[in-house]
C-alpha cells in the first residue's frame, strides 16, 4: 500500500505548469500563422496573382488663355475669366437676336425688291416708263371715273347703264379709246371741268416726281461726297481740287459715281507726285548749278596752297582754253 500511494500536491503543480505552457503555446501560435483577412485583401479571390494597377494617364487638358487672364506664377485667373464671360454672355445673346432680325429684314427686303421688279415689268409691258407712272395714270383714271359718276343721273336709264359699265372699265384699264366713248355722252362743260381737275393732277404728279427725284440725287451726292472727303480728306484741303471736283458734280450730277470720284482723285495725287519730283529735281539741279557756279567764281580766289607749298597757280579764266579750263577744274571736283 505504501509503494502505490501518490503524491497530490504534485500532481497539482504539474498540471498548473503544463496549462500554462499549453497557453502560451497558443498564444504564440496565433502570432505566428498568417492573417487570413489581410492574405484575402492581398490576393484576388481565384488565386492568381494581382497585376500591379496601370499608371494613370494624364490628358492634356491644356487651353490656349489670353495672357490678361494669366496669373503670374502661370494659373488661370478663373475669377477675372468668369466675369468676362459674364460680361460678354449677353452681348453674345444680344448679337444672335440681331442676326436673326437682319437675316428676317434682308429676307423680306428681298421679297420685296422681287415684288417691286415685278410691278416694273408689268407697267413696261402695259406701256408706261415705270410702275410709279403706271399707279399715279390709274389714280388720275380712278378720279375721273369718280367724277362722272356724279353725271349719270342726267342720262337715260339705257345710256346710263351702258356709261356706268364703260366707267368701271376705264377706272380698272385705262386708256384714251374708253374716254372718248365717255365724253360723247356728257356735255361739253362736264368734259372740261373734269378735264382740268384731271390735268391739275397729272402736274402735281409730275411736280413730286421731279422734287422726289431732286432729293434722290442730292442724297445720292452727299453721299459720295461725304465718303470721298473722309478717305480723302488731304486732297481736298487744295483749294484748285475742291473746284475741279464741284465743276464735276455740277456738268454729271448724280452720274457722276463714287467710282468716278476714285478715279479723279487718284489722278491729282499722281499728277501731285509728279509735280514734287519734278521740283525736287529742279531743286537739286539748281543746287548743282548754284555750287558749281561759285566754285567758278572763287578759282581766283583760291587761298588753299599746295603740299609742296609752291603758289597757286594764278590763271585767266577769259583767255584760258576749254581743255584748261576743264582740266583746272576737276582739281576741285
Not at 62 to 81: A, M, Q, R
Not at 132 to 147: N, P, T
Request: glycine share 2%.
Amino acid at each position: 500500500m505504501e509503494n502505490v500511494s501518490t503524491n497530490p500536491v504534485e500532481n497539482t503543480s504539474d498540471n498548473s505548469v503544463n496549462t500554462e505552457l499549453s497557453l502560451q503555446d497558443e498564444i504564440d501560435k496565433v502570432f505566428d500563422e498568417p492573417d487570413e483577412t489581410q492574405q484575402n485583401e492581398d490576393e484576388p479571390a481565384d488565386g492568381n496573382e494581382q497585376e500591379p494597377p496601370a499608371e494613370s494617364k494624364t490628358e492634356d487638358n491644356s487651353i490656349n488663355c489670353p495672357e490678361k487672364f494669366i496669373n503670374e506664377d502661370g494659373s488661370i485667373n478663373v475669377k477675372n475669366l468668369a466675369k468676362s464671360y459674364t460680361e460678354l454672355e449677353p452681348l453674345v445673346n444680344e448679337k444672335a437676336k440681331w442676326e436673326t432680325e437682319r437675316a428676317e429684314l434682308l429676307s423680306y427686303k428681298n421679297q420685296l425688291d422681287e415684288i417691286n421688279k415685278q410691278r416694273e415689268q408689268e407697267a413696261k409691258s402695259a406701256g408706261y416708263d415705270s410702275a410709279l407712272d403706271m399707279q399715279q395714270s390709274y389714280q388720275v383714271a380712278q378720279y375721273e371715273a369718280k367724277e362722272y359718276m356724279k353725271y349719270l343721273q342726267y342720262l337715260d336709264d339705257e345710256t346710263r347703264q351702258t356709261v356706268q359699265g364703260l366707267l368701271y372699265q376705264y377706272a380698272n384699264n385705262p386708256s384714251e379709246a374708253l374716254m372718248q366713248q365717255i365724253e360723247v355722252e356728257f356735255a361739253p362743260e362736264i368734259n372740261k371741268r373734269i378735264a382740268i381737275q384731271s390735268d391739275r393732277m397729272k402736274r402735281q404728279f409730275e411736280i413730286d416726281k421731279q422734287a422726289k427725284e431732286q432729293t434722290m440725287q442730292m442724297s445720292n451726292i452727299e453721299g459720295i461726297i461725304s465718303k470721298s472727303v473722309d478717305e480723302h480728306s488731304d486732297v481736298f484741303k487744295y483749294e484748285p481740287f475742291k473746284n475741279l471736283f464741284v465743276n464735276a458734280l455740277h456738268k454729271f450730277g448724280d452720274r457722276f459715281t463714287y467710282e468716278d470720284a476714285e478715279a479723279l482723285i487718284n489722278t491729282v495725287t499722281e499728277l501731285k507726285k509728279s509735280f514734287q519730283e519734278e521740283f525736287s529735281n529742279a531743286s537739286d539741279a539748281s543746287k548743282a548749278n548754284k555750287e558749281a557756279t561759285d566754285k567758278l567764281a572763287n578759282i581766283t580766289g583760291q587761298s588753299s596752297a599746295p603740299v609742296n607749298s609752291a603758289p597757286p597757280e594764278k590763271i585767266n579764266i577769259n583767255t584760258i582754253s576749254d581743255a584748261e579750263l576743264d582740266k583746272y577744274i576737276a582739281k576741285y571736283i
